[in-house]
């Protein structure tokens, strides 16, 4: 009985938030590379570049003919992964961060972009968007993520030439699948 006290003893000590992890992910909408690194047990620093995919329908890309643009995206995001415990105890891996997470989202795309056949001004955006999400494990080095939030974006159209700058409310929702080293 000792012996499997002191088992539960230290494999809930072990149960945090990976000290560094670093991956790439790809998605329907853009692809990234990722670092998260450990701040507490239950809260990582993801920090994220990538390029980011759309096709753009505002009135900012309505006198284009080709509303189809590759914008680099920078991210930083601290995630609580409030379920890590209750996993380990189930014996279901946490590994790679795997658990359910709440995070702040906070995302720039600058005035840059691929594609961009008709050389429409690019208009940089800045984003804040509370999210809840998921990852799990699909294998040693293969893991899968979605997440669903809505916040709140920023858009800086006066440096691409408009009229005035733009504030809107923004959805966050995505769905990658991903290799982590």
Not at 46 to 62: A, K, P, V
Not at 108 to 134: K, M, R
Request: aromatic letters at 14%; hydrophobic letters at 40%.
């Amino acid at each position: 009985m000792i012996f499997c006290g002191l088992t539960l003893i230290s494999k809930s000590q072990n149960t945090s938030v990976e000290k560094s992890t670093f991956g790439l992910q790809t998605g329907v909408l853009g692809i990234w590379a990722y670092n998260e690194a450990k701040l507490s047990n239950t809260i990582a620093l993801r920090t994220e570049l990538g390029f980011d995919f759309g096709i753009w329908e505002s009135t900012f890309y309505d006198d284009y003919d080709s509303p189809f643009l590759l914008t680099p995206v920078i991210v930083v995001e601290p995630r609580f992964y409030y379920n890590l415990k209750k996993r380990s105890e189930h014996s279901k891996p946490i590994d790679g961060n795997s658990g359910n997470f709440i995070a702040l989202k906070m995302g720039y795309h600058p005035e840059l972009a691929l594609f961009n056949t008709d050389d429409a001004p690019v208009v940089s955006d800045f984003s804040i968007i509370p999210t809840w999400g998921i990852r799990r494990n699909l294998g040693k080095h293969f893991d899968f993520e979605a997440g669903l939030g809505a916040g709140f974006s920023y858009t800086f159209a006066k440096r691409a030439g408009y009229l005035k700058n733009k504030s809107e409310m923004e959805l966050n929702m995505h769905l990658r699948i991903g290799y982590r080293f």
